[in-house]
Nanobody, 116 residues
Framework: QVRLVESGGGLVQAGDSLKLSCTTS????????MGWFRQAPGKERDFIAQ??????VMYGNSMRGRFTISRDNDKTINLQMNNLKPEDTAVYYC???????????WGQGTQVSVSS
C-alpha cells in the first residue's frame, strides 16, 4: 500500500516558486526522520533535505538557500522551493526512516519541471 504521498509538483517557469508536500500513513515511530530527494533523467538520486520530529534539519550540498524543508506535524512535511531553475527539473521523492541515513520508505515521486 502507498505509505508516503507527495503532492504539489508541476510545470513552472524559471524564477517561480513551488511547494511540495508529503503525507505519510505510517505510525510516528517509523517516520522520526522524513526527507526529500530528487532524481533528474539519467542522473543519480540526490539528497535535498531532511527533518526530524524535533525540527532539526539537514541539507544536501548546494541545496540550502533556495530549498526549505518544514514539518507540519508527525505526518506531513513540506519542501518550499524558490527561484527555480531548469536544472531543478526532476522527480522529487519523499522518504521516511529512523534517521542516520536509513531510509526505509519511499513515495512514488512527483514531477517538477522548470522551463526556461
Amino acid at each position: 500500500q502507498v505509505r508516503l504521498v507527495e503532492s504539489g509538483g508541476g510545470l513552472v517557469q524559471a524564477g517561480d516558486s513551488l511547494k511540495l508536500s508529503c503525507t505519510t500513513s505510517l505510525r510516528t515511530g517509523r517516520t522520526s526522520t522524513m526527507g526529500w530527494f530528487r532524481q533528474a533523467p539519467g542522473k543519480e538520486r540526490d539528497f535535498i533535505a531532511q527533518i526530524n520530529l524535533i525540527g532539526s534539519v539537514m541539507y544536501g550540498n548546494s541545496m540550502r538557500g533556495r530549498f526549505t524543508i518544514s514539518r507540519d506535524n508527525d505526518k506531513t512535511i513540506n519542501l518550499q522551493m524558490n527561484n527555480l531553475k531548469p536544472e531543478d527539473t526532476a522527480v522529487y521523492y519523499c522518504a521516511a526512516g529512523g534517521g542516520g541515513g536509513n531510509w526505509h520508505f519511499w513515495g512514488q515521486g512527483t514531477q517538477v519541471s522548470v522551463s526556461s
